[in-house]
């Protein structure tokens, strides 16, 4: 039986962890500590930190806890799933998004995916063939929750569902991440057993990114160490290059060439790629031992796409601990502060009592 508070927990602490990273999404790790500091909460957005000003597709106001895209198109995510019975389809996604999501605050490409199976130009199930890959890594939270307890399940729908935008690789990525939220919810499920379940479904070159990213968490004393760990070895190309250095799409392709990083920059210094965002967050999970208030702040401090990477890990703690473990003032002002555009904890309560 799925468990309400763990259930809350994993939709909240997704968006806690967006809302607490999107003020400095797009940062450097280094330029964070200079003008910020550590962060240890939520904070507005504001310059000269933010690299982007409140707009949509991206936050839509200035407050601390304001939630970005990423929570907002896991809101439609999760309508879609409250509108819908199983088995569902890749094809049945597309069209329930393309009649009835929101799609003000979605980056247009992804919105084109969509069109591109509508056109009958490719199939539903193949357009992550065909398609870009990176971006989308928060949306699918909803899954986690409805197959608490059961990760194959989780994985294997997530997969499936994905298909409209990822290849294997990405698609491994995504199935980890929910496997991950389903094991939070189990009762009696703990740090390592959520790592084993994100493991389990993965492919050679998931697995190495994943256990890489575990390595350095493991080690890291702290959130420094997280960073030079992470910066020296696990980036992926630039958001602006993704065309020109895209990773590889195979599951069983050989892990990509290390980046060399910068040591500092005031632009934006980011990549939307799965195999750089999930063991980011991976690490600051496994640094943290699970905590969500030291696992969601670390993962936000690492900077590059600080808001996909949080959504993540908070997700996970939040499926561990429950929102009773998550700190009140965190879930507090995420629910007050979004409350004229979304009832956070009116979605988290009508995705709980949808059966299993």
Known sequence: MRNRDKALGAYLGAAIGDAMGGPVEGSHARRIQRLVGEIKGLIPYQ????????????????????????TFIRVDFTRFFLATK??????????????????????????????????????????GLTFFQGGGIGWWTPVGILHAGNPDGAAAEVR??????????????????????????REGATVESVVEAILAPCGPLACKLFE?????????????????????????????RRHIEEPPRARDAELPPVITPLQDSDEKYMSSFFAEQAPFALAAFIYAKGDPQIAIPACVMLGRDCDSTATTVGSWVGALHGESGLPREWVATVCEVNRPDVDLRDMAERLYQLPN
């Open 47 to 70: 310059k000269p930190y933010s690299l982007n000003d409140p707009q949509p597709g991206y936050a839509l106001r200035p407050n601390a806890g304001a939630i970005t895209d990423d």
């Open 86 to 127: 199983p088995p569902r389809t890749p094809d049945g996604l597309v069209q329930w998004l393309l009649a009835n999501a929101d799609f003000s605050g979605w980056w247009p490409p992804i919105i084109e995916a969509l069109y591109r199976v509508e056109r009958g130009e490719v199939s539903a199930e193949e357009g």
């Open 160 to 185: 499936n569902l994905s298909r409209i935008w990822k290849a294997p690789l990405e698609q491994d990525v995504l199935a980890a991440v929910q496997a991950g939220v389903a094991e939070g919810m």
């Open 212 to 240: 890489r990213a575990i390595a350095i968490g493991r080690k890291a004393r702290n959130v420094d160490d997280l960073v030079a760990g992470l910066y020296s070895v696990a980036l992926m190309p630039e958001l602006e």
